[in-house]
Structures are given as structure tokens and as C-alpha cells.
């Protein structure tokens, strides 16, 4: 299960980074050890800013928000470049792990990747097997992601003898306390890359786009993700990959709209059609139904084809195909459909007042009156 980052921090997932910010400092200064004697705020600190580290970043971010964990089990952010820098130093020498660390590993896990995939309304309903393009981090072919050139090997650092870091003795308020710091020469790996690989500088990895081919299964729905492990990032050092995430997005269609696995599509039927009954053909996603619209069809109803409308994504089954009728009433009426519709209208004792087309009918009357020109 990923971690709620969101609710560590106390914030609404759809928070600014400022918001974050704001809640970060504030828990911060609640659980820091230097002021929160409770044993339990030190684990609560570190998850604060375990919180802060993926929520700040705005890849990471995006990782949590599509229901992954960002967090490299390796835990170090990758390069010595981001805020934390010399983070876990700190915490490790408020809270004695000092002595246990050791270099760290030049080869870590790589970090997820997210591609958008946009599919009509026939390939989310019926599945697909389509082709994407990834740009993802892989590993260098030609050190095989060791980071060295050629016939070279890694040499041991001298300044940390190997160690990775350096340790230092402080008073502080804690008392007085080991800590160490990643060796400086290293970056604490505790060794040190004398003739890198001239691909990758020395990273263990090159970036490429790669052409791959995603099943998409029938019934799935816009924001859906699919997952194709170990297809994202290649990590440092030529480590594992991260996952791939694949979030569909289902271009609007010019005929159905989808609630769910239901579709719904309108049609026109004339009034007269409406009164007398007709039978109507429906072009569905995958075929053509012939349905009977009722004599005496009102305004506003509809009907429902089973089975019409997309495959349930898990068990058998599909949803159903709503079609709303709308009821058309006739416009500018010849005389003698007027005449007919009139005589209709007497027939049925619903005498009709006939409006003077000479003084512009009821509306432009009610307009003289609304204006005072009556
Ligand atoms: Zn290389
Ligand atoms: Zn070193």
C-alpha cells in the first residue's frame, strides 16, 4: 500500500505548493526532536519529511496522485542535488545510526513513469493493442550501467577510505553526538569513477525512446491506469526499473456519451411519429437494432437497449444503450398542414385561437404592452 502522504501532512490533495509548504514547516517545528520530547514525535518527524520530499517534488507528486509510492526503497534522493541533501545525516546522528551506514550503493532502483494514452470510445469498449512510444531513462549499453569506461574499474576513494562518509563529533544540546556526513570526494559511494563511461558520463544509464505495445483490456474507463512493470526508469548505476503507468484517456465521441459502462445517444422523431408509433434503426457501437418507438411517445422519454452499451471491465456482461427521444415539434407549417393539423385539433374538441400573423401574434403583443405601447 502507498503511503498517504496527503494525510501525514494534513492536506487536501488538490493543496498548493505553498500550501504544502506552509503545513510542512508547521508540523516541522511541532515534532522536530530539539523541541518534542515525546519519543514518538522522531518517527513522526522522519514521516513528515519523508511526506514533504514527495509531495515537494512535483514528479513524485504526480506518482502518489496516480496510486504509486515514489520512494525508492534505497531512500537517497538520486544525484545530491535536491533539498535533503545530508537529511538522513541528520537524522541519523540525532538518533545513532551513524556508525551502521556504509557506502552507498551506486546501482538503485529507478523511479515509475507515467505516459498519457488517448483511445476512441470503440478501443476502451472493446480493448486494443496499442502501439506507445516511452522516453525513459535505460540502461547504457556500452558500460552495461557499471558507469566506467571500458577496461577501467572504480578506484576506493582515499579521502573516506572506502567508507562513503565522514564522521565528526558535535556538542549539542542532545548531548554530545556522532555524525556523519556523506564523504565529499564520493558523493559517498566510497568509491570513486576515475575514467567514466563516455555515454553516460558515468551514470549507468542513457536515455532512449522505446516503441512498445499495450493490451488494452475491453471496458476500461477514462483515468484508468495500466501498469507494465519494470517499464519505467532505469535507476542509477544501471538499476532496476521503475513501473510503467499507462492513464487512458477516452477522446469524446460525436454520438455517445458513457456514464459508466451505459451509453446514451439522442434522436429525433417527429411529432407526428411520436403520436402514431414507428419503429426506428439504431446504429450501436458494434451493430444495428431496430426498436419500436410506442404510439403516443411523450417528450423527454427513452429507451433502453440491453446489452448495447460497453463490456463490464471485470466479469461478463455489458452495460446498456440509453436512447432519448426527442419529440420534434413541425415549423413553419404549409396551409394545408395547417389546415390538416386544425381539423385534427377540432376533431379532438381542442379548438385552437388563431393568432393574427397582420399584428405580429401573442408575443409581439406582449412585447407593446411590456413597453407600453398597447
Ligand atoms: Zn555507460
Ligand atoms: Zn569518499
Known sequence: MAKDYYGILGVRRDASADDIKRAYRQLARQFHPDVNPDPTAQEKFKEINAAYEVLSDPKRREIVDLGGDPFAPAGAPG??????????????????????????????????????????????????????????????????????????????????GGRGEIQSIQRTFLGQVVSARPCPACQGYGTLITHPCQKCGGDGRTRARRNLTVKIPSGVEDGMRIRLAQQGEVGPGGGPAGDLYVEIHERPHDIFSRKGDDLHCRVTVPMTAAALGTRITIKTLDSEETVDVRAGTQPNSSLRIRGKGVPHLRGTGRGDLHVHLDVRTPTKLSPDEERALRDFARTRGEEVAELSRKQGGFLSFMRDAFNGHA
Open 79 to 160: 544525484g545530491g542535488t535536491g533539498p535533503f541533501v545530508g537529511f538522513q545525516d541528520i537524522m541519523d546522528a540525532f538518533f545513532g545510526n551513524a556508525t551502521s551506514r556504509g557506502p552507498r550503493p551506486r546501482t538503485r532502483p529507478g523511479a515509475d513513469a507515467i505516459l498519457r494514452l488517448e483511445l476512441d470510445l470503440h478501443e476502451t469498449a472493446f480493448g486494443v493493442e496499442a502501439p506507445i512510444s516511452v522516453d525513459t531513462a535505460v540502461m547504457c549499453q556500452t558500460c552495461n550501467g557499471a558507469g566506467a569506461a571500458a577496461g577501467t574499474h572504480p578506484a576506493t576513494c582515499d579521502t573516506c
